[in-house]
T-cell receptor, first 112, second 112 residues
Framework: KNQVEQSPQSLIILEGKNCTLQCNYTVSPFSNLRWYKQDTGRGPVSLTIMTFSENTKSNGRYTATLDADTKQSSLHITASQLSDSASYICVVSKGGSYIPTFGRGTSLIVHP | GAVVSQHPSWVICKSGTSVKIECRSLDFQATTMFWYRQFPKQSLMLMAT?????????EQGVEKDKFLINHASLTLSTLTVTSAHPEDSSFYIC????????FGPGTRLTVT
């Protein structure tokens, strides 16, 4: 069964601190992996997308890494801001299918 | 570019009534749109895949007679929740595919 597992389930950090979110997947064959940010009551917004040959991708303070051998990805947030409080969802697409598999998300709360 | 809108953003209806939710791709054409449902603190669950001009493909466990999907044009798909019950209360999100998936802002449905 194709799965995407995220950890931690929730995370609380202080404003200005860095944090790293993890995503492990078993989806095969692998096509691409995306990280989305979902604010409460809103639709997901894409942060990064990586294919098999890419092992790092940055978008401002967000940096995603991918290890396709170990089937792991991480999302690193630098110098967190209050507006970073949201759910971060890892989504993995399977080769030959345009229906992706969603992780359950990591709920991040940034406190002042 | 690649903006997806949903209407309404929230709706409250009485049990037994029907509710229609619209999903539009504003600046691109999408032959395929997806409908998701998301319960609190849960990940997005794919309900159905909507293809322009053809019948939708429903995921296992989703009642096609209860959740009517119409994809009449390349920029519009509608989801109608028929004979709504309180357990249908949820956050409904659509996405449109143009290479990758672009998500709408979601519609909060509350059935009283």
């Amino acid at each position: 069964k194709n799965q995407v597992e995220q950890s931690p389930q929730s995370l609380i950090i202080l404003e200005g601190k860095n944090c790293t979110l993890q995503c492990n997947y078993t989806v095969s064959p692998f096509s691409n992996l995306r990280w989305y940010k979902q604010d409460t009551g809103r639709g997901p917004v894409s942060l990064t997308i990586m294919t098999f040959s890419e092992n790092t991708k940055s978008n401002g303070r967000y940096t995603a890494t991918l290890d396709a051998d170990t089937k792991q990805s991480s999302l690193h947030i630098t110098a967190s801001q209050l507006s970073d409080s949201a759910s971060y969802i890892c989504v993995v697409s399977k080769g030959g299918s345009y229906i992706p598999t969603f992780g359950r998300g990591t709920s991040l709360i940034v406190h002042p | 570019g690649a903006v997806v809108s949903q209407h309404p953003s929230w709706v409250i209806c009485k049990s037994g009534t029907s509710v229609k939710i619209e999903c539009r791709s504003l600046d691109f054409q999408a032959t395929t749109m997806f409908w998701y449902r998301q319960f609190p603190k849960q990940s997005l669950m794919l309900m159905a895949t909507s293809n322009e001009g053809s019948k939708a493909t429903y995921e296992q466990g989703v009642e096609k007679d209860k959740f009517l999907i119409n994809h009449a044009s390349l920029t519009l798909s509608t989801l109608t929740v028929t004979s709504a019950h309180p357990e249908d209360s949820s956050f409904y999100i659509c996405s449109a595919r143009a290479g990758e998936q672009y998500f709408g802002p979601g519609t909060r449905l509350t059935v009283t």
